[in-house]
């Protein structure tokens, strides 16, 4: 199954809630091929620059640095009062395969869940194959 088929969106949990794990963690993009489809063909030497340009930077898992949107202390950079100002296609995987539940609004405290069914670990080394095969060396973006 691929990662787009468990894609999910409930926007009236979602309204209710004003965006509390966007507020604590920004979701990240999980499949670099739909990050490829969203923002165009990275390689070595523009894949930084394509990050600072739309608002991302990356986070490092199991060594591996994945995309991610710029984070500050109001939460994910793309969260405004009318909730995420990125359309549904742009958005980070993690956030899409996030599963709303009322629970996250009736406590103020987070219950959604992401599938359990979602390997992290294989998402993260298709990253790294990425890399290999853009020959960007992912211990050189690590000095960034
Ligand atoms: S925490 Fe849950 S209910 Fe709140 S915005 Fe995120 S996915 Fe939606
Ligand atoms: S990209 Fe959108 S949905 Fe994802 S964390 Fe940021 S504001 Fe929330």
């Not at 979602?14 to 990240?28: D, E, H, N, V, W």
């Not at 091929?33 to 990275?42: H, L, M, Q, S």
């Not at 069914?117 to 000095?143: H, M, N, Q």
Request: proline share 6%.
């Amino acid at each position: 199954m691929e990662l787009s088929d468990r894609f999910v969106e409930n926007h009236e949990i979602c309204a209710l809630c004003g965006g509390l794990c966007c507020k604590t963690y920004p979701g990240m993009y999980l499949s670099p091929e739909r990050f490829e489809r969203i923002y165009g063909k990275v390689a070595s030497d523009n894949f930084l620059s394509l990050l600072e340009r739309h608002g991302l930077t990356f986070k490092v898992c199991l060594g591996i640095p994945i995309p991610i949107p710029r984070f500050t202390e109001r939460g994910c950079v793309f969260l405004d009062d009318a909730g995420c100002r990125l359309s549904f296609s742009e958005r980070p995987c993690e956030c899409l395969l996030f599963v709303p539940v009322e629970e996250t609004v009736i406590e103020g405290e987070i219950h959604c869940y992401f599938p359990k069914e979602v390997s992290y670990v294989e998402c993260f080394r298709k990253w790294k194959r990425f890399y290999s095969l853009r020959g960007i060396d992912c211990a050189e973006l690590l000095t960034y």
